[in-house]
């Protein structure tokens, strides 16, 4: 009877420590962020991004995301190879790994107004991984540069989001464009430079989809990503709800 209790402890533990190995590595590989250097600008320079993979390749999406703030990231290439990057807070970079699924990929990168860089990115998602749509995303400062590229780059991609917008989305025309645009805010988004009245005045006069959501929790600088600014505590329901959008134009 001893031995019989000692035999089914061992499985037990088997079965235990089998999960602990094994259920971490899993994890790892569906989140793992990899440093990509393959994209160029039309000079021939390097233009690097880090990329959260989807859990299976290749992805029917690719969201391009850039951070807020002063917008960057201080990319480094370990020596292992992995990426080092900074703004990990930043809404749309700490929910990479929740947009990250089997049909989403994320590329974090830097924001900016180049339109020759941002090119320089999509042709190299579209080089590999052809049938993908791509949307770009930003948030806060960085729909400075959704709004400016959704402008100026319309047909070149599905669509683009703009998540906690500056006052200037209001002027943002979304009729009769190639691209799909999604305008995201909190109803008590606190920031002076972010007015969610301004992403509600866009889609009454334009009629842009736009996702008002409320909950959460404030905390902090208003402008910062720790509180309704950057949807903390709601991070998954506004994630799922963008996907949602993405997802729905599929066919269009």
Request: hydrophobic share 35%; charged share 20%; with cysteine.
């Amino acid at each position: 009877m001893i031995k019989q209790i000692h035999f089914r402890n061992t499985i037990f533990i088997i079965a235990v420590m089998g999960w602990i190995f094994s259920g971490p590595v899993v994890a790892d590989q569906i989140t793992a962020d990899q440093y990509v250097d393959s994209a160029r600008y039309s000079d021939g320079d390097e233009i690097p991004y880090v990329l959260t993979p989807s859990t299976r390749m290749p992805p029917k999406y690719v969201l391009i995301v850039m951070p807020g703030g002063n917008g960057t990231i201080g990319l480094k290439k370990e020596a292992d190879g992995t990426p080092f990057f900074t703004g990990k807070g930043n809404f749309l970079v700490r929910t990479r790994t929740l947009f990250a699924d089997g049909d989403f990929a994320v590329i974090t990168i830097d924001r900016g107004r180049s339109l020759d860089r941002m090119r320089g990115v999509v042709a190299d998602i579209k080089a590999k991984y052809p049938m993908a749509k791509v949307y770009i995303a930003g948030t806060s400062l960085s729909t400075t540069e959704t709004i400016f590229m959704a402008e100026n780059m319309d047909g070149e991609v599905a669509g683009f989001i703009h998540t906690s917008s500056v006052s200037s989305i209001g002027g943002l025309d979304t009729r009769n464009r190639k691209s799909r645009n999604l305008i995201v805010s909190h109803k008590y988004d606190g920031c002076r430079v972010t007015p969610p009245s301004s992403s509600i005045e866009n889609s009454e006069h334009y009629g842009t989809q736009l996702i008002l959501v409320e909950g959460g929790f404030e905390e902090g600088d208003p402008c910062q990503a720790a509180g309704h600014h950057g949807y903390r505590g709601i991070e998954q329901e506004v994630v799922d709800k963008i996907k949602s959008w993405i997802r729905s134009g599929a066919t269009s």
